[in-house]
């Protein structure tokens, strides 16, 4: 089957579904494959992994893991 015919069909079955909860687990499913932008590497950045992304800097700005611009403008000039 083409992804053509796998979309159509897919199509079908969710306007014929009457599981409300069924929808919402696509729905949810696919915003978080939704591609939102590229790393600094070219790679897919998804909602999901930009959300983890913020977890994580929050998370080092809460413990104090930073790093000031003048500290990185220091460090780049050794780059």
Known sequence: MDIQATKL?????????????LLLKVKELVLKERVVGHTGKGEPLTV????AKLERAEADYKAGRTTTDEDLAREMEHW
Do not use: G, H
């Open 9 to 21: 069909e897919l199509i079908q079955y969710l306007l014929n579904t009457e599981k409300e909860s």
């Open 48 to 51: 999901e992994l930009l959300n």
